[in-house]
């Protein structure tokens, strides 16, 4: 994604972290909150679909280090060299993830701190004939 490269790496931290917070926050409900209140149907719906619409090797990456029921013993090195099959690198799976996490920001509209829609347009001007 060409907007990765205009991200400066603060951005990108803090993208991650908003993103990363509701992905945990989505694991811990969906795997411990057993009564199912229509906020937290919709949530969940919400989350599920912006994955869905992720490429298949993003969703797998986002599936396999941040929703998995023991996601939280798995480290980025254990999914890049053993759950993906062939191993990708670092460099690519970095690259993978944080694109992901930005189309995630920008599906469920998380208030990340950086201005991702501005970066957008700023550089993606469209123009209506």
Known sequence: MELLKH???AEKVKIRKAV???LARYR???FTVENSDNDNVAFHQMIERA???LPTPE???IEARYLSA???YLTDYNVYNLKFDPPISSVTYTK?????LIKISLFLNLDTGVKIEDLIHTNYPVEFS
Not at 96 to 100: C, E, P, S
Request: aromatic share 4%; no cysteine.
């Open 59 to 61: 969703r797998f990456l």
């Open 96 to 100: 993978i993830r944080d694109t992901a």
């Open 20 to 22: 990363v917070k509701e």
């Open 70 to 72: 023991n996601s939280e």
């Open 28 to 30: 811990l409900s969906k």
């Open 7 to 9: 991200l400066t790496r």
């Open 51 to 53: 994955i869905e619409r």
